[in-house]
Nanobody, 123 residues
């Protein structure tokens, strides 16, 4: 079955950087829009960024130039480069795939999900 496996999370100080990766298998990766979402304890899952299969990109407003989403179709992998991290960025970050030409922001629209990776930003 389809698998999405995130990696790259961890503990970082405020102002630091992390690069998340999401490796996909058993799907035609270049036909999928790939999104990143996050969920902090006690909060709802929220959209972070999406890259369409044509590499059109949308970011959440709170990203404000701090994060960069990219994809490598040859490696079936989507990345999220995060910099200038803040304590409020602490959350479980998950990638998701949607078979579509669009670039959805609603998590309910996605077909497949990874298990998530914890990002903790200390102050």
């Amino acid at each position: 079955q389809v698998q999405l496996v995130e990696s790259g999370g961890g503990l970082v100080q405020a102002g630091g950087s992390l690069r998340l990766s999401c490796a996909a298998s058993r799907l035609t990766f270049n036909r999928y829009a790939m999104g990143w979402f996050r969920q902090a304890p006690g909060k709802e899952r929220e959209f972070v960024a999406v890259i369409s299969r044509d590499s059109y990109i949308v970011y959440a407003d709170f990203v404000k130039g701090r994060f960069t989403i990219s994809r490598d179709n040859a490696k079936n992998t989507v990345f999220l480069q995060m910099s200038s991290l803040k304590p409020e960025d602490t959350a479980v970050y998950s990638c998701a795939g949607k078979y579509s030409t669009a670039y959805p922001r609603a998590w309910t629209e996605y077909d497949y999900w990874g298990q998530g990776t914890q990002v903790t930003v200390s102050s």
